[in-house]
């Protein structure tokens, strides 16, 4: 007998029909979450990229209203006095940077005072843009305007000066001090051009001196100074390279071989004053070579001052050293940064014996170069004591070297044996 509230399902639908649709839920459940976190975060894209704008627009109408002002202050105030100049504003906790830029003109330009022909001013172009931190692609706001000096503003029995800063890719470095000493005094910032023009000045000498902290010239001179002369009616140009310093921090390296700790490091960059290479000394296997103009190009190095140190040197007669050899790649330089490099020398092996071919322990041996251009003084080391086989291994600059052995004297002559590039170097010396 079958009880009436419990009929029998033969085919068991109503059980099946519950676990589907308890299968079902669940997966309902997390394609609905699935799309709502999409819509989600689409949702908080527009809301983020809608206040971002609304933020660039303010931000972008308060730089406008700080030109408008910037450039009223520019019509207001004495013509003479007017100066480039970069202050800073802060409205509502962000702060704006007011560039005020001076550019003296002739009449129809189509260059800026440093560039073309040099023409005599006559009309002062000034430009002012607001920026501030986190632009995101938004333009500056401009205002520009042209200024005629007033009539009898500026003595016309004068003359001025063209000072074009360059940066290290050779384009203009904006916003670099320029200062003018002489017979008037006067201090500007360069331009968008990279331009400092001083109109209007006495006849008379002049020295025109960069002072941007932390920046050097292609000599890594701090605060590079040129001297010129003023003419009536006349303009004198300058220019400088100028750039935020470099450094190296180069450890020179022989393998196992022992370096002398006082090799000087040379570095060879092109335009390097006046031979294309510098030569640093030290007392210490690691050396930190600091305001270095940043070069595009980069500094080649290698040890020792000597001429015939350089793999590519060449004597007085323009005959090469080492036919063939090279140079070690250049070393790329980091604007504001120090980069590492090695700098390797080779190792030779010196052996010290007596007039009977028997090895001498204990042999202090020295590496003496002779004096030539590159090393007016010449070059001598220590380069340590023999082993018991009479043996020594020490590293030296590339060149020709006289050994000879302390506290003794020669057979014959100290032997003099050349250490050259990409090969090994050896000397036998021979002591009474």
Known sequence: MVHPTRRRNPLGLGASRRRDEDGFSLLELIIALGIFAIIIGAVASTISAGLNLTRNNRNRSIAANLAAEEMDRVRSADFTSLAAAVTTREVDGVPYSVHRELTWIPRDATNGPCDGNNANPELLRVRVWVDWPAMRGVRPAESDTVLSPPVGAYDASTGHIAVKVLNRNAGPAVSRVVNLTGAADRTTLTNSDGCAFFAFLPAGNYTVTLASLGFVDRQGTANPAQSTSVSVGAVTSLQFGYARSAALDLTLDSGDAPVPSAV????????????????????????????????????????????????????????????????????????????????????????????????????????????????PAGETYTLGTTDEDGELTAALPYGTWTFSVSGTTPASTWPAAPVPPDASASAQVVVQ
């Open 264 to 375: 000087p490091v040379t570095i060879g960059y092109s335009q390097l004053l006046p031979s294309g290479r510098r030569t640093i000394p030290g007392t210490v296997t690691s050396r930190l070579l600091t305001d270095l103009f940043p070069t595009v190009e980069g500094y080649t190095a290698w040890a020792g001052g000597c001429a015939d140190a350089d793999p590519e040197g060449v004597d007085p007669d323009g005959v090469a050293y080492w036919p063939g050899a090279m140079r070690a790649a250049p070393i790329p330089t980091v604007r504001g940064g120090t980069t590492d490099a090695t700098v390797g020398l080779p190792a030779v092996e010196v052996e010290v014996t007596n007039a009977s071919d028997v090895p001498v322990a204990g042999a202090t041996v020295v590496a003496t170069h002779a004096a030539d251009f590159g090393c």
